[in-house]
């Protein structure tokens, strides 16, 4: 799988590309990632990517020459016959859609990603109509450029792709993956202890010691019953999205026993006094 990155800032990802299983996922050759320097493609004698925008306003804008040049220097497809199975030109802008879990697995199957990382007030219109494929933002904010997002979606979604994790159940018995339903049914499904998330946050978990100032590690988890081990697990699933993320729960793959249990717990939880009440 190919990534490149277009960006103003090409030495912002020599950290990140040299360490962890982003570093294990390249060195192994299941993954290549390049950085291109946007101030190559541009000519002038101050190699200028931006320029005041149109209307008025404040801030820059990026130009649109430096970025075609930069973009079809990556021999993409042009985008009216682009193969979106294949590969993708993607723009990293607070206008785009939100990055989420399901985006990354769409991401990991493709063979080739560019990602254009916007900066100053942002990239010129034209670029994202005539080259992007999608635009993406990694969350309700603004960032200062789109390096920071490039090196979330990247890791997000290299560590889905086949190989690149130590345990390919790593990515899979985690937040927001999928339900049981869609896991393998060969031997390698959710373990006995585990359910796969279906869309919930994943559910609390423990290591040695046993104690820790003052802490156990609940004792059902010590118990050796995968049943009241996965029932467990699986509870305070729903209990941590409920709390956290109350809107996941709209789109989650819940089960009669599931609703049941979050039933329960809203009553049990609205009727407990708030500290401090009479």
Not at 9 to 28: C, E, K, M, N, Q
Not at 42 to 55: L, M, Y
Not at 164 to 177: D, K, M, Q, R, W
């Amino acid at each position: 799988m190919r990534f490149d990155i277009i960006t103003i800032f090409p030495d912002f990802f020599s950290g990140i590309l040299t360490h962890g299983v982003l570093r294990r996922g390249i060195a192994s050759g299941l993954l290549s990632v390049e950085t291109h320097n946007l101030r190559d493609f541009a000519h002038d004698r101050h190699r200028t990517v931006d320029d005041r925008p149109f209307g008025g306003g404040e801030g820059m804008v990026l130009k649109p020459e430096p970025l075609a040049e930069a973009i079809e220097s990556l021999k993409f497809a042009p985008k009216d016959s682009r193969d979106p199975q294949k590969e993708s030109v993607i723009l990293l802008s607070a206008q785009g859609a939100r990055f989420t879990q399901s985006t990354a697995r769409e991401l990991a199957k493709l063979d080739c990603i560019a990602l254009v990382c916007g900066r100053y007030e942002g990239v010129d219109e034209r670029v994202n109509e005539l080259f992007c494929d999608r635009e993406l933002s990694i969350g309700d904010y603004v960032l200062s450029g789109g390096e920071l997002a490039a090196a979330v979606i990247l890791d997000a979604t290299m560590r889905l792709v086949p190989g690149v994790l130590g345990n390919e159940a790593s990515s899979a018995y985690e937040s927001f993956g999928p339900s049981d339903a869609a896991l393998p049914e060969d031997g390698s499904g959710p373990p006995r202890s585990t359910h796969g998330s279906g869309g919930l946050l994943d559910y609390p978990h423990y290591t040695r010691p046993a104690e820790f100032r003052g802490l156990a590690v609940p004792e059902v988890l010590s118990s050796g019953n995968h049943d009241q081990v996965r029932r467990w697990r699986r509870e305070r699933a729903l209990e941590k999205t409920w709390r956290n993320r109350p809107d996941l729960l709209e789109t989650a793959e819940l089960t009669a026993e599931d609703k049941k249990y979050l039933e329960t717990l809203k009553n049990t939880l609205t009727k407990t006094p708030s500290p401090g009440a009479v």
